[in-house]
T-cell receptor, first 109, second 117 residues
Framework: AQRVTQPEKLLSVFKGAPVELKCNYS??????LFWYVQYSRQRLQLLLR??SRESIKGFTADLNKGETSFHLKKPFAQEEDSAMYYC???????????FGQGTTLQVKP | NAGVMQNPRHLVRRRGQEARLRCSPM?????VYWYRQLPEEGLKFMVY????????ESGMPKERFSAEFPKEGPSILRIQQVVRGDSAAYFC???????????????FGPGTRLLVL
């Protein structure tokens, strides 16, 4: 079965520190991978997708097919980055998403 | 554009009752996905619908759960004879086309929190 794994439930860093949220996926063809974010009291929203190769709010994520990883990185964390982050992959030709368990990022002042 | 709307936001039911969850997609979106999030878990795909058609229901429990997306009106996720294990957050997402590609982002609603007593 296709899986997405986020090994950390909680990641706590200080403001200005680098952040890396880990995501691994089970190999299956050419996956489409995404990072979604949910800020407090807001709905889930797309942060970035690997196909776009863009940086959003200072976050980047590189698809590493050899390690089957899609880690989310930011060089300097900000307090407003505190949120729940979900890694997801698209499955099959229907576009349904398979989500990881989520990682709570807590950025302390 | 108001975004994806879900109602009710919170729903309390007793065991054996029926729960009806509604999802109004964004204007112009004809594709709807339902996901369920059990406590302490990630979101899990349930069903994918287009107008008047169920395309993929591979994530739906075999019994008691059904979904529809009529030509007019919102998509409905219906749970009959609810049990305590159905307590979860149910999220709906819509997209203008089949989700996954660059122009096919899934936009999520705020979710319905179902509590079964």
């Amino acid at each position: 079965a296709q899986r997405v794994t986020q090994p950390e439930k909680l990641l706590s860093v200080f403001k200005g520190a680098p952040v890396e949220l880990k995501c691994n996926y089970s190999y299956s063809g050419s996956p489409e991978l995404f990072w979604y974010v949910q800020y407090s009291r807001q709905r889930l929203q797309l942060l970035l997708r690997h196909i776009s190769r863009e940086s959003i709010k200072g976050f980047t994520a590189d698809l590493n097919k050899g390690e089957t990883s899609f880690h989310l990185k930011k060089p300097f964390a900000q307090e407003e980055d505190s949120a729940m982050y979900y890694c997801a992959r698209s499955s099959g030709n229907t576009g349904k998403l398979i989500f990881g368990q989520g990682t709570t990022l807590q950025v302390k002042p | 554009n108001a975004g994806v709307m879900q109602n009710p936001r919170h729903l309390v039911r007793r065991r054996g009752q029926e729960a009806r969850l509604r999802c109004s997609p964004m204007k112009g979106h004809s594709h709807v996905y339902w996901y369920r999030q059990l406590p302490e878990e990630g979101l899990k795909f349930m069903v994918y619908l287009q107008k008047e058609n169920i395309i993929d229901e591979s994530g739906m429990p075999k019994e008691r759960f059904s979904a529809e997306f009529p030509k007019e009106g919102p998509s409905i996720l219906r749970i009959q004879q609810v049990v305590r294990g159905d307590s979860a957050a149910y999220f709906c997402a819509s997209s203008p086309a089949r989700g996954g590609g660059p122009e096919e982002t899934q936009y999520f609603g705020p979710g319905t929190r179902l509590l079964v007593l």
